[in-house]
């Protein structure tokens, strides 16, 4: 009964998590301009009901999902826009209330969550981001199951994976675009190739002197060989292992930063 209890809890806690809101980006969008007109074009397409964004993790889907919703705020295609960031979910059956507590369903009591969520939406024209769903793809069919009853929702959602429902329309996400080391462009040109800013702004965080200069540049260009499995180097170790939790561990003054991105840093900055 009280581990009964204390799961209860704990999915209550995690479903708030995921609340509607769209979650407020520190950084702006970099490069994306082709894909971010894609997705809002077809978002705002009359016959598109769900649009998944597809890409291994940490290519940047939450981020261009997120600008895209930002970007159709006040825009009369939608009378609102929900965000539900199902990534802290650990099970599928959550879903369907993720989606209710995003969208302000009222509580269900012992009814259905899907079937006041139904009733709540009914034709609103609403965008509801359906972010990071790859680990709960047994919970499409409730996505499905609102779709086809709630003729103004329109999904778009993120995963590694496709949500294989007869309304989805897929878009590949690719890395941002890489330099080509062998083929140096001029400073600043580099540095306004996607990949590259994105590196240097992670850079700058972590250590506000870093520079792009001449004898860091091919080092900074070959840091984004791509692998063979599709994935950038940019789009992992820089997004997240090198400068998330690590960054912070600096921030709070550790006085010896075992980091070895501090050190390749310093490298670079020769
Ligand atoms: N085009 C971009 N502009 C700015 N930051 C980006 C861009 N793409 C990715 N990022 C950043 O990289 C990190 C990983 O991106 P994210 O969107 O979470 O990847 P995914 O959802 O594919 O796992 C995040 O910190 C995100 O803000
Ligand atoms: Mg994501």
Same mark, same amino acid.
């Given at each position: 009964?009280?581990?009964?209890?204390?799961?209860?809890?704990?999915?209550?806690?995690?479903?708030?998590?995921?609340?509607?809101?769209?979650?407020?980006?520190?950084?702006?969008? #970099?490069?994306?301009?082709?894909?971010?007109?894609?997705?809002?074009?077809?978002?705002?397409?009359?016959?598109?009901?769900?649009?998944?964004? #597809?890409?291994?993790?940490?290519?940047?889907?939450?981020?261009?999902?997120?600008?895209?919703?930002?970007?159709?705020?006040? /825009?009369?295609?939608?009378?609102? &826009?929900?965000?539900?960031?199902?990534?802290?979910?650990?099970?599928?059956?959550?879903?369907?209330?993720?989606?209710?507590?995003?969208?302000?369903?009222?509580?269900?009591?012992?009814?259905?969550?899907?079937?006041?969520?139904?009733?709540?939406?009914?034709?609103?024209? #609403?965008?509801? $981001?359906?972010?990071?769903?790859?680990?709960?793809?047994?919970?499409?069919?409730?996505?499905?199951?609102?779709?086809?009853?709630?003729?103004?929702?329109? $999904?778009?959602?993120?995963?590694?994976? =496709?949500?294989?429902?007869?309304?989805?329309?897929?878009?590949?996400?690719?890395?941002?675009?890489?330099?080509?080391?062998?083929?140096?462009? =001029?400073?600043?040109?580099? @540095? @306004?190739?996607?990949?590259?800013?994105?590196?240097?702004?992670?850079?700058?965080?972590?250590?506000?002197?870093?520079?792009?200069?001449?004898?860091?540049?091919?080092?900074?260009?070959?840091?984004?060989?791509?692998?063979?499995?599709? $994935?950038? #180097?940019?789009?992992?170790?820089? /997004?997240?292992?090198?400068?998330?939790?690590?960054?912070?561990?600096?921030?709070?003054?550790?006085?010896?930063?075992?980091?070895?991105?501090? &050190?390749?840093?310093?490298?670079?900055?020769?």
């Amino acid at each position: 009964m009280k581990n009964r209890t204390a799961t209860a809890k704990r999915s209550e806690m995690l479903l708030d998590q995921a609340l509607g809101a769209l979650p407020p980006q520190a950084a702006k969008l #970099i490069g994306r301009d082709d894909e971010l007109a894609t997705v809002r074009a077809q978002v705002l397409a009359k016959d598109v009901r769900l649009l998944t964004v #597809i890409g291994p993790g940490g290519v940047g889907k939450t981020r261009l999902a997120v600008a895209v919703a930002e970007s159709l705020r006040g /825009n009369p295609g939608f009378s609102d &826009i929900r965000f539900a960031d199902l990534a802290p979910l650990p099970e599928p059956t959550l879903v369907a209330a993720a989606i209710a507590r995003a969208v302000g369903a009222p509580h269900a009591g012992d009814g259905s969550v899907l079937e006041a969520t139904r009733n709540h939406l009914g034709a609103r024209r #609403i965008l509801l $981001v359906l972010d990071n769903f790859e680990h709960l793809l047994e919970a499409a069919t409730d996505v499905g199951g609102l779709l086809a009853t709630c003729s103004g929702l329109v $999904v778009l959602a993120t995963s590694r994976e =496709p949500l294989h429902l007869r309304w989805e329309r897929t878009l590949p996400l690719r890395p941002l675009a890489l330099p080509d080391p062998k083929h140096l462009p =001029p400073l600043e040109r580099l @540095a @306004a190739v996607p990949a590259v800013a994105l590196f240097m702004e992670r850079a700058r965080a972590a250590d506000p002197n870093f520079m792009l200069a001449a004898h860091n540049a091919e080092a900074v260009a070959r840091r984004f060989r791509p692998r063979s499995s599709g $994935v950038s #180097i940019c789009s992992m170790p820089v /997004n997240r292992r090198c400068f998330g939790t690590r960054r912070f561990s600096w921030a709070a003054g550790h006085s010896k930063p075992r980091n070895r991105w501090r &050190i390749r840093l310093e490298r670079y900055a020769g």
